[in-house]
């Protein structure tokens, strides 16, 4: 698996139904990438965080469009405000 880390810079709703997928676009300063979210929990948690303050550990694989669908996903710097909205498992 690749993992990735970088700033959470904006996020995109791809699609609700019959599955929730959401877009990640992700910066570590010096390349943007593309995280693809499958899973409604977790996408529904990133639409929580505000964009450009978080910054974000993912891991997972790439497809064919060069995205990173992600697998695991960990916010590496959780403020007052994850410890509220609680973080994803």
Do not use: C, W
């Amino acid at each position: 698996m690749e993992e990735y880390r970088g700033l959470l810079e904006k996020t995109i709703l791809l699609q609700e139904k019959p599955i929730m997928m959401s877009l990640l676009i992700m910066s570590d300063g010096e390349t943007k990438t593309e995280v693809l979210i499958k899973d409604r929990y977790l996408s529904g948690y990133v639409f929580r965080l505000p964009e450009n303050k978080y910054m974000i550990h993912i891991e997972g694989r790439r497809n064919k469009r060069n995205q990173l669908v992600a697998k695991h996903f960990e916010i590496m710097n959780p403020d007052e405000y994850i410890k509220i909205i609680g973080a994803p498992e």
